[in-house]
């Protein structure tokens, strides 16, 4: 019982090495006790001591669990961590992770994710459990610029299929954003300013980024606690050869070659907690507009003047709203704990296009259309502890979303008109742990996944943990998860006398299925320094992969459509090591992976059969200045060759594309001021100014890949952030 | 605590954006040019001339012209509006004009031989105005009995439905139009006895190897429809349309012959109307419904063609006589009426048609295109294309000397759909075209844009001028 009782208080607290690190053995901690020292040690915790290794995770648990107990291998970034890269938002961060790439682009202004080879569709992005929605997904598909971490407590990520927990689609991992829910002053009052040169690129308005940010948190009595923040996010842009919104001539120089856009987010937060139940609403409206200036000018050269009249016909400006309302109560009655989250989410992509005279500078024909949306509602909820048995426990749950999409013909998708589609998803799902010993446990789960359009599916894992002694532990996990067919794989629709490009609608979800060993070794030395490795080797395969495939038509008509053909294979190992010695803390991290992709396994041609294999390696490493309580961290992550099949379009030959390595380098100083109230940091991000990286993985000539170049950064750019804290 | 909450505001005030200039875009001058480069003084109507500014006037100002009659006399064989006062005319203008025009009258009524030599020139020579401007562009414009001098032409060939077939006369600055689903089949009027297909509409046609017309069947056809289209990717399609190069002797249907037993039956798609969906900006929408099916056999009759033609399910045909007019290009002939329909103007009064067209994509077959623009290859019009190569070869530096007739093409497609960029909206200025018309004169042509102000397909433009 006061196990139970303590993981549901460390759940709101606010930082997680803090809560590990006054695991009471006093059981009568009164739940503001509890807030006041835990933030107390937070704030000394970042600044003075080295982070501690033993972190404490949600991700996966029936209850906040330590990392070491947990069935799951988790990785934790810390709010630490986020600070000292001034993180504002996920893409900000996740470039330094291992086997994680972030896939920018400069043309639509979003980023979204790649894990083991796989794109975005195949992640899961949850905040506080649940998924977080947006134009193109509940939960995938997300934009990480649009998730801003200005309230985060700690990120946490889990690579491999995570069908069981987190229901379709989490094939390849998925990130758990846990955010603060407590505070430990009166008031506290948090603002901060940080300004960004984008590459080279800087000016107090037009050029740069620029972030404002004002959080205020307030405990009301010693039940209720609210924070409100605002954060408004200015990216102005990278020009780097192009000349902005006003150049005249169709010379390609036009436009941006990374779209300038600007966010505001406001969240809002209400928790009211009882001895035994909790209970928090959260709200969050994001807001961004993206403009977009075509590159194509229509001089309109008129040669009675000898003049030209240019004009823009493809200019636009996307609009995202998102609004995000999260109830969520928690506790525990005497036959079992609870936890149940309700959602209504929405997210909205507008774009207003516009026709632009240049000279005149002058905006005509201006139209507002919905581009694409997505909203619904979302329930879950997890029920456990029912046995008070500390060798088994079991867990049932249940997850539901209603979620409608709309899409118009701007996408793409469409040859014109719109389309609205809705699905129900219905899951219940159920696992049990098993502690056979102190040092064995497993947990074996099972969920099934009821839709209103698909058959109805399942996901299974399988969890184990043993622990070999003198600081040995090995996990093994292996876990299934199906993708949903998209929207562009089940409904496109462009047919004319050329074309015949149609979806289709009787496509089955793929299947993924991911096996994951970890042997994990905690070393501590006489003087102090300690040191956890991890060997981990991993599987993950995905069955039924869907393809755009070619056919001929009733009309004898070469047609393209979609199709379950194809076979993904990944197989990998990582080695990562962490260490902490006075005051140096730091990781590394190698990984080596194989990817190999069937193409149309049907004609079983062994063509692509082959393995692509990609390296990565990071390091980072931070020191804090005892006298000063100055921290100066780096971050370095290489990124080998990466290799891809593609089709040469004239001959259907299958060839390999490479895209070249490359090598993210970011550094950075804080430094506490005034009794650390106020904290200044300044950095840089690329420093080794990666902008483009070539490439022969898009599209290709005759007889060999095309070679071209992929846009992956902006160049070397300097920060500075100032944050002030009062607290009364 | 005060002073603490006070200095970090003063910090973020002093750290705020302030306010930054604007940055600086190229100013467009103010210009005033003539419409045209030249006019024809055939008839005796007053002519009223204008002189289009680059951007609405900002100010009021004055333009000045300079008359230069050659051969010709102010006050006798012509005069303006109004006067002009020692070889000038005064032009006001006031804010907001775009626009400014004087009137021409012809005093040589009725005139003669004598008079066809007779010119007069009006040059723009001083712009008053308080802004920025130029003297630039179409400075001149003439008075002229003889061939237009060039002008800039947008070719209603209907937007993005682009329902329209446009034959352009440049000498004559004269454009007709004719709605592309009107005709099926046009008779040759040249030496060969050949019919072509309209290609505008997508059709195709394949031999039966029979000749008996009503012997024909949906079910006997039935194996051969999916193949007899365009756009079907498989390039033996290549053979059921008119050859896109425009060789009259190399058109689906084979050479009618004056023996009866060798003219077969031909199966004939008959297309897609003309689309009547509206696209989105920049799009086009050409097809409409599918046309359906017709068998036909032509025979020869005299000097003339017979046609007979049917349904599919049809055990009987009707028949029609033909004959051929060697003043067209084609004799056209429509299933829709049975009649026959004029389309082209007459084959000596038209340079170029800017059509929807039937192309091929070597090693893909037929292959609709919009924008397309042929050249009269069946009536001696003759194209090629010039590269420009800054600052050598430009479309304002090329004269006649710079003309090189070896490098005429014989081929219609020499404009073809090669001068417009799809995906960005834009005409290709890196190109320029010569053209030789059958009377003998140069043109250069150049290609503008294909956009209208609101950004819709299906309205090129295009200059051209004659290289004297």
Not at chain 2, 202 to 210: F, S, T
Not at chain 2, 361 to 369: F, H, L, M, T, V
Request: proline content about 3%; charged content about 20%; overall charge negative.
């Amino acid at each position: 019982m006061h196990s139970s009782l303590r993981h549901f208080f460390n759940r709101f607290a606010p930082t997680a090495p803090v809560c590990a690190g006054v695991r009471p053995s006093t059981k009568h901690y009164s739940l503001f006790i509890l807030l006041t020292i835990s933030g107390a040690h937070a704030q000394n915790d970042t600044i003075r001591k080295a982070k501690p290794l033993d972190e404490v995770v949600i991700t996966g648990q029936y209850s906040k669990q330590s990392v070491d107990k947990s069935v799951y291998q988790v990785k934790v970034i810390s709010r630490a961590d986020i600070d000292r890269q001034a993180g504002n938002n996920l893409a900000d961060l996740l470039n330094q992770q291992l086997n994680i790439n972030i896939i920018p682009s400069a043309s639509s202004g979003k980023s979204s994710v790649r894990l083991f080879g796989l794109d975005a569709q195949y992640f899961k992005i949850l905040i506080d459990n649940i998924p977080v929605i947006n134009d193109e997904g509940l939960g995938n598909n997300t934009d990480l610029t649009q998730i801003n971490l200005d309230d985060v407590q700690q990120i946490e990520i889990v690579e491999g299929s995570m069908g069981v927990e987190y229901g379709a689609n989490a094939i390849s991992g998925i990130i758990n954003i846990i955010t603060k829910k407590s505070g430990k002053s009166k008031w506290e009052i948090t603002p901060f300013i940080q300004e960004e040169t984008v590459g080279d690129e800087y000016s107090l308005m037009k050029r740069g980024r620029h972030i404002q940010s004002l959080k205020i948190g307030h405990n009301i009595n010693s039940r209720l606690y609210a924070n409100a923040m605002v954060t408004t996010n200015y990216f102005k842009g990278f020009l780097d050869d192009r000349q902005g919104k006003d150049h005249l001539y169709n010379d390609g120089q036009r436009g941006y070659r990374w779209l300038p856009k600007d966010q505001v987010n406001a969240k809002a937060f209400l928790g009211y907690n009882l001895d035994n139940h909790a209970f928090f609403y959260k709200f969050e409206f994001f807001d961004e507009s993206t403009d977009f200036y075509s590159q194509n000018v229509q001089e309109n050269p008129q040669p009675q003047t000898g003049t030209i009249h240019p004009v823009t016909f493809d200019d636009n400006t996307f609009i995202s709203t998102r609004y995000f309302h999260h109830f969520n109560a928690t506790g525990k009655f005497s036959f079992m704990d609870y936890d149940i989250s309700t959602s209504f989410q929405q997210q909205e992509r507008n774009v207003e296009t516009f026709k632009y005279r240049i000279g005149e500078r002058q905006k005509y024909d201006v139209e507002k259309t919905e581009y694409e949306s997505r909203e619904g509602f979302h329930s879950r909820g997890n029920f456990s502890n029912f046995l008070k048995n500390e060798t088994i426990d079991f867990q049932v749950g249940y997850e539901i979303s209603e979620i409608t999409g709309h899409l118009s013909y701007l996408t793409g998708v469409l040859f014109d008109g719109s389309l609205e589609k809705r699905l129900g998803s219905y899951d219940a799902f159920a696992s049990t742990e098993i502690n056979f010993t102190k040092r064995f446990s497993l947990r074996p789960g099972a969920r099934v996944m009821f839709s209103s359009q698909f058959d109805t599916q399942a996901a299974l894992s399988l969890s184990s943990r043993y622990d070999l002694g003198k600081g040995y532990q090995l996990r093994a996990v292996v876990g299934t998860a199906p993708r949903i067919p998209n929207y562009e794989e089940l409904y496109t629709y462009f047919v004319d006398v050329n074309h015949d490009s149609q979806g289709n609608p009787n496509l089955k979800p793929e299947q993924g299925t991911s096996v994951s060993l970890f042997l994990n070794k905690t070393f501590a030395s006489q003087s102090g320094a300690l040191f956890r490795t991890s060997l981990n080797g991993f599987f993950l395969d995905v069955r039924d992969r869907i393809e755009q495939i070619t056919y001929t038509n009733d009309e004898g008509k070469l047609a393209f459509t979609f199709d379950n053909i194809d076979l993904f294979r990944t197989y990998g190992g990582t080695l990562t090591t962490g260490f902490q010695y006075r005051n140096w803390s730091g990781n590394a991290g190698v990984t080596v992976s194989g990817t190999s992709k069937v193409l149309d396994i049907l004609s079983a041609s062994e063509q692509a059969d082959d393995y692509l294999v990609a390296m990565q390696y990071n390091a980072n490493l931070s020191h804090t200045l005892a006298k000063t309580g100055t921290i100066f961290s780096a971050y370095l992550k290489y990124t080998g060759p990466q290799y891809q099949f593609i089709q040469v379009p004239s001959t259907g030959e299958i060839v390999k594309g490479r895209q070249n390595e490359f090598t993210w380098l970011d550094a950075s100083i804080m430094q506490p001021f005034l009794n650390r109230t106020l904290e200044l940091t300044i950095g840089a991000r690329n420093l080794l100014d990666i902008t483009q990286v070539n490439t022969s993985t898009d599209g290709g000539g005759t007889h060999t890949a095309a070679s071209s170049s992929v846009m992956l950064g902006y160049g070397r750019s300097y920060f500075m952030k100032l944050r002030y804290r009062l607290n009364f | 605590m005060k002073a603490k909450i006070y200095s970090v505001l003063l910090l973020l005030a002093v750290l705020l954006p302030g306010c930054e200039p604007e940055d600086n875009v190229e100013a467009l001058p103010f210009v005033a040019g003539f419409e045209r480069e030249s006019y024809k003084y055939s008839d005796d109507a007053p002519q009223e001339i204008t002189l289009v500014f680059s951007k609405p006037a900002e100010a009021a100002g004055t333009i000045q012209l300079k008359v230069t009659p050659d051969q010709s006399v102010y006050g006798v064989d012509f005069s303006t509006t109004p006067e002009a006062v020692d070889n000038l005319i005064a032009l006001d203008f006031t804010v907001g004009q775009s626009r400014v025009s004087f009137t021409y009258h012809n005093l040589m009524l009725p005139y003669d031989d004598a008079d066809l030599v007779k010119k007069v020139q009006f040059e723009v020579v001083r712009v008053d105005y308080a802004g920025f401007s130029n003297i630039q562009g179409y400075t001149l414009t003439q008075m002229t009995f003889s061939a237009s001098l060039g002008a800039i032409l947008v070719s209603e060939v209907g937007g993005p439905n682009q329902g329209n077939q446009v034959f352009v006369d440049l000498s004559e600055e004269m454009t007709t139009e004719s709605r592309r689903d009107i005709w099926d089949l046009g008779f040759y009027g040249g030496d060969h006895f050949r019919v072509t297909i309209n290609g505008s509409i997508y059709m195709a046609a394949r031999n039966l190897n029979v000749t008996d017309i009503d012997a024909v069947t949906p079910a006997s056809v039935s194996g051969f429809q999916s193949q007899v289209a365009v756009g079907t990717f498989d390039p033996e399609n290549e053979n059921y349309i008119d050859a896109p190069n425009g060789n009259i002797l190399e058109t689906a249907i084979d050479e009618i012959s004056a023996n009866d037993e060798d003219n077969k039956v031909y199966l004939v798609n008959l297309g897609y109307k003309v689309g009547n969906t509206i696209p989105p900006a920049g799009s086009v929408a050409i097809t409409g419904d599918a046309r359906g099916w017709k068998k036909i056999r032509i025979l020869r009759e005299g000097e003339g063609y017979r046609l007979q033609y049917a349904n599919l399910n049809s055990t009987t045909h009707q028949e029609i006589s033909i004959p051929k007019d060697a003043a067209y290009n084609f004799t056209f002939f429509s299933f829709d009426t049975n009649q026959p329909v004029l389309v082209e103007p007459e084959k000596a009064k038209w340079d170029l048609c800017f059509t929807v067209f039937t192309n091929v994509i070597a090693g893909a077959g037929s292959y609709g295109y919009s924008d397309f623009v042929l050249n009269n290859l069946r009536a001696g019009v003759k194209v090629y294309r010039v590269n420009v190569s800054e600052p050598t070869v430009t479309f304002a530096n090329f004269t006649k000397a710079n003309v090189n007739d070896a490098l005429l093409q014989d081929d219609q497609r020499v404009i073809g759909a090669d001068w417009r960029d799809v995906f960005s909206g834009t005409a290709y200025a890196d190109r320029f075209y010569v053209l030789k018309d059958i009377d003998g004169n140069y043109y250069k042509i150049r290609m503008l844009g294909f956009l209208s102000e609101g950004g819709e397909r299906g309205y090129p433009k295009f200059e051209y001028k004659l290289l004297p």
